[in-house]
């Protein structure tokens, strides 16, 4: 069941965010520290440090592009190498309460 929350919870993210345009990712986010941009980039290293974490490979920094709209890109893929890990339950399941509440800060 957790592969599927974390699956919808991004789809869903996607779905909210994924017409904006540069100015709106620039705007800061509700009850979090900094851009929109920001607080998303912060979800994709998260996501990315829990992929790391379940193959066994060192953390490694995510670059943070120059446009905004490519971050739904990044979170596509570091959330499709978490699945691919195939972590331990809990581990989706926290995956998918930070994927939801950084959509509730936009």
């Given amino acids: 069941m957790s592969v599927q929350e974390l699956s919808q919870a991004v789809e869903r993210l996607s779905r909210h965010v994924g017409h904006w345009e540069a100015p709106r990712w ?3 986010a509700f009850g979090a520290e900094g851009t929109r941009a920001e607080v998303v980039h912060g979800l994709v290293q998260r996501m990315a440090d829990r992929a790391a974490d379940a193959e066994g490979q060192p953390r490694r920094q995510v670059p ?3 446009v905004d709209t490519s971050l739904l890109d990044q979170l596509r893929v570091v959330s499709a190498d978490l699945l691919a890990a195939a972590p331990a339950d ?3 399941a926290s995956a998918a309460d930070d994927v939801r509440s950084v ?3 936009l």
């Fill in 103 to 105: 959509q509730g800060a």
């Fill in 64 to 66: 943070r592009l120059s």
């Fill in 90 to 92: 809990d581990v989706l």
């Fill in 26 to 28: 620039g705007v800061v």
